[in-house]
């Protein structure tokens, strides 16, 4: 009984994908089909409480009051920003906190979710990789962002849809966390659930390659992949995990997934570092690395942050990298920074992360030295 939530002896039925609630409710000597209704009621109706689902059974009703709960994550604040980002601050088990932002545009609106509390890859540009790593989330904490947004947002799928994207995109690394996202990314796209379309589903990953091959089995899912640097010297300094799988295996598991469906295309993600990763000669590098598979570049202004050793490249230089890569042949696009002013940025995201690494406490250690130097 994995999936049960730990603060209780009852099935958080937000845990389960469709296969997995009908498997609960044949373990309550229950019909699958009941398993479909109740599904219904928590994903298009938002409703958490069995008796206001008045098309199951009295009977059923009272066993799965006794069995089974509904509870998504707690709302500890929500700030909205001055362009409508929203972002909520949600309470974990132990303390901790993960942040989950909605971004409103006129023709969609992406939630960007969380997969873990902190993250242990450390990449040196992001503020959440600073706040260390706590541990995975279950798939009822994945989900749970999508029913708190949702809810809020008065989201009904299939007809008032304000929720037309999830992006793995948040605090972690969705890789690490496999069964679980997978699992929640499921009911993303069942139609019982929000009911989003596959290619509305979009994985980041820093790029572990195995898994890209695993997820590209069993799920089908955009994906994306953080890479911000055109050769393997810089990339490893910006993200540390390059060291075991470089860019030349990354780009092969990439070329494996989008050989698996048809009209693929792969999303890199790459924040312009100034003076780092944002000079003409690293976009001539880029241009042969995206030559070699179906792809496009969303370039991405780089949030500062408390501490930080980056600064955001000049808005000149940006246009002028995005320039050189579209004249190349590369679909190629700046990414609008949104919600900068309530930190729900792009590599902003904080929450609240009870450290069981000593990256919380290294970081404050450095950037104290730093501002002793600096006086």
Avoid at 6 to 21: A, H, I, T, V
Avoid at 40 to 67: C, N, P, Q, S
Avoid at 292 to 305: A, D, E, G, R
Avoid at 335 to 361: E, F, H, N, P, W
Wanted: aromatic share 6%; glycine share 8%.
């Amino acid at each position: 009984m994995s999936a049960v939530d730990q603060r209780s002896s009852k099935f958080n039925l937000l845990d389960y994908d469709r296969q997995g609630l009908r498997d609960v409710f044949a373990q309550l000597g229950e019909k699958p089909y009941r398993a479909e209704q109740v599904m219904k009621w928590i994903y298009h109706r938002h409703v958490t409480d069995f008796a206001a689902m008045t098309d199951v059974g009295r009977a059923l009703r009272d066993k799965l009051e006794a069995a089974c709960e509904i509870v998504p994550p707690k709302t500890m604040f929500e700030k909205q920003s001055a362009d409508a980002t929203h972002k909520w601050l949600l309470g974990m088990d132990g303390g901790s906190a993960i942040e989950t932002v909605f971004i409103p545009e006129s023709t969609r609106g992406t939630l960007c979710v969380s997969s873990q509390i902190g993250c242990g890859l450390n990449c040196t540009f992001c503020s959440t990789g600073t706040q260390g790593f706590n541990r995975n989330l279950s798939a009822a904490e994945i989900i749970g962002q999508v029913f708190v947004a949702a809810k809020h947002l008065g989201n009904v799928p299939h007809r008032q849809r304000k929720l037309t994207n999830v992006v793995m995109m948040g605090m972690g690394e969705p890789l690490l966390n496999f069964d679980n996202v997978v699992r929640a990314m499921s009911v993303m796209r069942d139609d019982l659930g929000f009911g989003l379309a596959n290619k509305r589903v979009t994985l980041s990953t820093a790029g572990l390659v195995p898994m890209i091959d695993k997820l590209g089995e069993v799920a089908d899912v955009s994906l994306a992949v953080s890479l911000h640097a055109p050769n393997d010297e810089l990339r490893t300094q910006l993200v540390p995990l390059n060291k075991k799988y470089p860019i030349a295996e990354l780009l092969g598991a990439c070329q494996r997934y989008a050989a698996r469906r048809q009209r693929t295309t792969i999303t890199f993600e790459y924040t312009m570092l100034k003076g780092i990763n944002d000079r003409p000669e690293h976009a001539r590098q880029l241009i042969k690395l995206m030559r070699q598979l179906p792809s496009k570049v969303n370039l991405i202004p780089f949030n500062t942050f408390a501490g930080t050793q980056y600064e955001r490249s000049d808005e000149g230089d940006i246009r002028d990298f995005q320039t050189i890569l579209l004249d190349a042949g590369v679909l190629t696009m700046v990414r609008r920074t949104r919600g900068d002013d309530i930190d729900a940025a792009c590599g902003q995201l904080k929450g609240q992360v009870v450290d069981r690494t000593r990256r919380q406490a290294d970081f404050r250690r450095r950037v104290e030295e730093g501002a002793k130097h600096a006086a």
